[in-house]
């Protein structure tokens, strides 16, 4: 069955970095757009970003354009986060999520909390 | 923008519910839906603007085009009771987006 796995999460001070890691299993990995979304605590899902199947692409929310970039591993069906120049609004819970055919996300991890300390 | 009303919505088990998630721009067919219990992840209800996802029960149910859609739950049942999101992506650039969520709570 499909399982993602986020690590990498934890305690940062702000203006430092951190690089999350997901790893994926039971499907088409290198076949399939990944995402990132965030949730801060108590909040609603924050889109983050995506990167296409064969890493050619990707697109950021403009909160997090030019600090964070979304990279991946084919080989071995791993995505990654590099989140550069860390804010305390940058906290929040981080989930990878697999987009479907019809730009939406139907399997998530279970995600990597990430606090952002100032 | 993706707005979903009511931010809250307090009924009893056995009572239908409807959801409501209007767009500021007309989007596309691809709308979804989402619910999340406590401490865990989104779980992916509804795509396409009305198609179930695997495994997800008939009482579940969604409608709409343009720029207003709803998530219609026929009868609650305990577990149902949970925060539900919409999601759309705009045609270019690629960017995604979720609506600020309605809280489905007993009453």
């Known amino acids: 069955q499909v399982q993602l796995v986020e690590s990498g999460g934890g305690a940062v001070q702000a203006g430092r970095s951190l690089r999350l890691s997901c790893a994926a299993s039971?499907?088409?990995?290198?076949?399939?757009?990944m995402h990132w979304v965030r949730q801060p605590p108590g909040k609603g899902l924050e889109w983050v970003a995506v990167?296409?199947?064969?890493?050619?692409?990707?697109y950021y929310a403009d909160s997090v354009k030019g600090r964070f970039t979304s990279f991946r591993d084919n080989s071995e069906n791993t995505l990654h986060l590099q989140m550069d120049s860390l804010r305390t609004d940058d906290t929040g819970v981080y989930y990878c999520?697999?987009?479907?055919?019809?730009?939406?996300?139907?399997?998530w991890g279970r995600g990597t909390l990430v606090t952002v300390s100032s | 923008v993706l707005t979903q009303s009511p931010a809250t919505l307090s009924l009893s088990p056995g009572e239908g519910a409807s959801l409501s998630c209007r767009a500021s721009?007309?989007?596309?067919?691809?709308l979804a839906w989402y619910q999340q219990k406590p401490g865990q992840a989104p779980r992916l209800l509804i795509f396409?603007?009305?198609k179930r996802a695997t495994g997800i029960p008939a009482r579940f149910s969604g409608s709409g085009s343009g720029t207003d859609f709803t998530l219609t739950i026929s009868s609650l049942e305990p577990e149902d009771f949970a925060i539900y999101y919409c999601?759309?992506?705009?045609?270019?650039?690629?960017?995604?987006?979720f609506g600020q969520g309605t809280k489905l709570e007993i009453k």
């Open positions: 999520a697999k987009e479907s055919g019809s730009h939406f996300l139907d399997y």
């Open positions: 039971g499907f088409s990995f290198s076949s399939s757009d």
């Open positions: 990167i296409s199947f064969d890493g050619s692409n990707k």
């Open positions: 721009q007309r989007v596309s067919r691809y």
């Open positions: 396409d603007s009305s």
């Open positions: 999601q759309q992506r705009s045609n270019w650039p690629p960017e995604y987006s």
